[in-house]
Each structure stands twice: as C-alpha cells, then as structure tokens.
Nanobody, 122 residues
Framework: QVQLVESGGGLVQPGGSLRLSCAASGSISSIYAMGWYRQAPGKQRELVASITSGIVTNYADSVKGRFTISRDSRKNTVYLQMNNLKPEDTAVYYC????????????????WGQGTQVTVSS
C-alpha cells in the first residue's frame, strides 16, 4: 500500500557531502512524521534525524550541526543533507514514515525503505 524509496547514497571522502532523498508513494492519506535511521555493521539501527508534519526536527547528537532534514509535503519526500561527513557516518541509511492510508485513515503505521549505502572513506 505504501512504498518508501531512498536514493542518493554513495562513496564520499571525509569532509564531503551527500544528499539523501526518500519518496513515499501509494495510498497515502496523511504523513505524520518521517525520519532517517542508519545501521553500521555490527551495530544497532539508530535514529539520525526526524521531522514531523509540523516541521519539528530532531537530530542525533552525533550529527547536529552537520546534517539537515527537510521535507516537501507536496511530493511526499524527505531529504537528508549531510555535510562534513566522517568515516563513522558510514552505514546503511533507512527512511521511515508514520503514515495513514486511505484504507485505514485513523491508523498510523510505520513503513520502511530498503536502505541506501553511505560510505565515507579516503
């Protein structure tokens, strides 16, 4: 019913930048919040940044001042601008969304994208 598709990952040198995009599609009634998580090898998945429908943002301490989350509600798309990337930012980045569908307007279900690899290395 709902699909989240990420794009924009890749290989970048330390200090470089990348911009991730996540487009939500399907039978979407409302998007309450969207966020980015990441999972490095051998580690648990962690929240990187989130943004609500009211454009309230939240960031992990490790990315504050370097990453910026934004959304285009008309396109059902969320972005993650990542600047001054560090090797420790290397991970698979996942998009998620708290979304209600037309089939279940009062239900707020969580959907995940398939992930996109970000590698920071010289």
């Amino acid at each position: 019913q709902v699909q989240l598709v990420e794009s924009g990952g890749g290989l970048v040198q330390p200090g470089g930048s990348l911009r991730l995009s996540c487009a939500a599609s399907g039978s979407i009634s409302s998007i309450y919040a969207m966020g980015w998580y990441r999972q490095a090898p051998g580690k648990q998945r962690e929240l990187v940044a989130s943004i609500t429908s009211g454009i309230v943002t939240n960031y992990a301490d490790s990315v504050k001042g370097r990453f910026t989350i934004s959304r285009d509600s008309r396109k059902n798309t969320v972005y993650l601008q990542m600047n001054n990337l560090k090797p420790e930012d290397t991970a698979v980045y996942y998009c998620n969304g708290a979304i209600a569908t037309f089939q279940a307007i009062r239900e707020r279900n969580i959907y995940w994208g398939q992930g996109t690899q970000v590698t920071v290395s010289s």
